[in-house]
């Protein structure tokens, strides 16, 4: 894993839950930062700044970039909405970062994405990052949308891009996917540092702790560096899981994305 003390990064979605966390820990290990978000964010440290700079706004965030030596995109909807929303927000603000940080010369794009793009396969199966996306929602289409933009801003603008599929990010698991699928705070932390460092172009890898039970092989993440430390299992062993059951859990049931659907004229 390479050094990141002393670095510029800017981070998007810098309010939210992620945000806020990673912010003071990387705050803490030397890094300047640049936070964006729609809603104002405390800044964490003398080396952090409030930078306003709207996902829709293209010329804005290009000049928030410049100068960074990378970004962390965690901005944009972050569960299942309606599908005209996610695509405005979280795939063509994701190709504003990304346009943005070539414009700029940002040479690093980090992409929060989800394992929610993989949540159609069954309990049964160890999935890995080189396997087809199967998303459970239109959450999920929008992340493989992202990812796929990362793809091609690697492939042929020479961007190095990280895709982190984020597990559940809780302090403890509290359910029997949860116990599966946990990403600690610690872990999450040490995942956008690997993402960050590493210097492979277009890396995928999951985000998820060392959990015994867990759906989501660690080879991709561990590959650059990321080494989780925490385990579901020391709050108990793992509860029954139908193993012919989506990953996805509730969020792959079809009410949990037609409820959330707009009625158009």
Known sequence: MGAIENSHWVVTGAAGTIGSTLRRALHDR????????????????????????DLADLTALTEVLRGADGVIHLGGIADEADFHDLAEVNIVGTYHVLEAARRA????????????????????????PDMPPRPDGFYGVSKVAGEALCRLYADKFGLCTASVRIGSYEDQPTSAREQRTWLSPADAVLAFIAAMTTTEPGVVFYAVSANEARWWDLAAGEAIGFAPKDNATASGDPLPFDPLAPQGGPYAEAPYSLDRMRDLP
């Open 30 to 53: 030397g890094v300047a930062l640049t936070s964006t978000d729609a809603r104002r964010a405390e800044v964490v440290g003398d080396r952090d700044r409030f930078a306003v700079a």
């Open 105 to 128: 010369g940002t040479p690093r794009v980090v992409f929060a994405s989800s394992n929610r793009l993989t949540g159609m396969y069954p309990a049964s199966t160890m999935v890995s």
